[in-house]
């Protein structure tokens, strides 16, 4: 299949939901996308959904609720049916409607908001699925062009003195505050946008995992305009 991310070794590219889910990660290769062109008005959705805060689950319910058009019908049922794949598979799938996230800027010299670029950690066998259907979509990048950051030295520097504890305890303390999940592009690196309507499963850092974990970043907002993403 030729697409924008058929020559990129990070991305596996699939076109079914059985695919999606059978593809085993290995080397470089931590993320699969169902690649698909949906049809359908997810805007209208996202225009007649209420938003209660930042963030708001929008449950199946809530979307046979509204009131669409042809094409709103179809974007709704596209949603309806990615949901219920994901459910049957075991996994339990959140449709939110974003505004922003919360940001983390309290210490200066190192974020752990999604903002960053970041790994999803599990003590438990278990991957990460998402898809914006509208708005802004999220990027990944590949593990050899980041550099963890508390391996940079000025920001271990910075945590030690936050630490102010015995250094056999330090790394105990990076991973209780979650700074270890977070990276930082070397020079030149080359993002990979996820894109509207695709359904991604990209690797988590778990104990049973046979690749590396895959690192993503949520997108800075579009000014006005609310992101409509299932994840799980």
Not at 21 to 47: P, Q, Y
Not at 108 to 122: A, E, L, N
Not at 221 to 229: A, K, P, T, V
Request: proline content about 4%; glycine content about 4%; some cysteine.
């Amino acid at each position: 299949m030729s697409t924008i991310f058929s020559d990129n070794s990070q991305i596996e590219i699939v076109s079914s939901f059985s695919e999606l889910i059978e593809t085993h990660f290995h080397g470089a290769m931590n993320a699969i996308c169902w690649h698909r062109n949906l049809a359908g008005d997810f805007k209208e959705i996202v225009s007649k959904l209420q938003s209660e805060d930042n963030i708001t689950e929008i449950f199946p319910e809530d979307l046979l609720a509204l009131q669409l058009s042809e094409e709103g019908m179809v974007a709704r049922e596209t949603i309806l049916n990615d949901m219920k794949l994901l459910a049957d598979f075991g996994a339990s799938p959140s449709l939110n409607l974003l505004k922003y996230y919360d940001r983390d800027e309290e210490l200066g010299f190192i974020s752990t908001d999604v903002y960053s670029y970041h790994v999803d950690r599990s003590s438990i066998g278990t991957d990460t699925f998402l898809c914006t259907y509208h708005g802004a979509a999220s990027d990944i990048i590949a593990n050899d062009q980041v550099e963890q950051k508390v391996l940079i030295p000025e920001i271990r520097e910075q945590l030690k003195k936050l630490h102010d504890g015995p250094e056999e305890e330090f790394e105990d303390f990076l991973k209780e505050y979650f700074f270890d999940l977070h990276y930082q592009p070397k020079p030149n690196a080359k993002p990979v946008n996820l894109g509207l309507g695709h359904l991604w499963r990209i690797a988590v850092d778990h104990p049973e995992q046979q690749a590396l974990p895959c690192v993503h970043r949520a997108p800075v907002e579009n000014d006005g305009e609310y992101r409509l993403l299932l994840i799980c």
